[in-house]
C-alpha cells in the first residue's frame, strides 16, 4: 500500500512539473477559439431542405418496392432502453399520465404512471424538443432533430404538430432548421409557440435562431437571429409576464476532425413584447470565444 501511495505522489508531482514547463522549442501552443475555427470549420452550406425530403421519399418508395419489403421482424429480447430523455410532460387535466420524449426513441405516453406506454411519434425522426398545447394533451407540437451535437445527432425535419393526441400528424414547417433545441407554448394561447432553433451542425445555414407562430404553425416569424454559426439552444417563459422570455443562443460547428463547442454567438436574450425583440444580456455573464452552451 506504502509502494502505492508513493508511486500516485510521483506521478501527480510529474503532472504538476509538467503543467508549469514552458514549451519546448519545437513545440507548438494550442490553438485559439480564432485559429481552430479558420483551420477546421471554413464556409460550408448544406442540401437543400426540399432536395432532402424528396430524397427520404425517395427511399420510402424504393423500400416499398424491394423484395424483402414483406419480411417483419420481431424482437425477441433482450430488451433494449429508450437512451437520451429530452423531455417529460404532464397534461393538466390528467395526473396520471406522463408524455415522454426520446432523442432517438420517439413519443411516448402513459395514462396509468407508467404501467403501460403507447408510441405517439415512432417514426423515423429523432427529436430535441416538445409542448403540449392544451391541458389534455391531445395538441402535441414536436420540434424534430436532437440539439446535443453529438456525431449521432442526426437531423429532424422541423416542427410536426397532432390535434387528436398523436393519432396523425402534420409537418408545420421549419424543415431546414435541422435541430430544435425547445419548444414552448404561450398559456394564454396555444396557437402561439416558440421555437429555439440550433441549426444545421455540419454545415451553415440561416434558418437557425428563435422562430414564432401565432397562427397555430401555419406562418412563422424569425425573430431572433445571431449569425450562420449560431443557433438558438434553449428558452424560458416568465410565468408571472409571459411576455417576458429568454433565449440562449450556441455557436458551434462540427466536422469529422472537428468540434468548435463555442464562439462570440453564444449569449443569453431577453424579450419584453412576447418575443418580437431580442436584447442581448451582458452585464455580469461570460462573452467572448470560450462561451459554450448554456
Sequence with gaps: MRCCRIASFAVLCAAALAV??????????PLTKEQELQKFHPRRLGMDAAVRQAGYQKRLEMEKASLLSGIRFRNVGPEVQGGRVVEIAAPANHPDSLIVAFASGGLWRTDDRGGAWTPLFDDELTIGSFALGDPDGRTIYVGTGESNSSRTSYAGAGM??????????QAIGLADTHHIGKVLVD????????????????????????????????TWAKTLFVDERTGAIDLAQDPKNPDILYAATWERARTAANFLESGPGSGIWKSADAGKTWKRLSAGLPAGATVGRI
Aim: aromatic share 10%.
Design 187 to 218: 398559456p394564454r394561447d396555444q396557437q402561439t409557440v416558440y421555437v429555439a432553433a440550433v441549426g444545421h451542425l455540419y454545415t451553415e445555414n440561416p434558418e437557425r435562431g428563435v422562430f414564432v407562430t401565432r397562427d397555430g404553425g401555419r
Design 160 to 169: 410536426f404538430k397532432t390535434a387528436d393526441g398523436g393519432k396523425s400528424w
Design 20 to 29: 508549469s514547463t514552458p514549451l519546448a522549442a519545437d513545440e507548438r501552443p
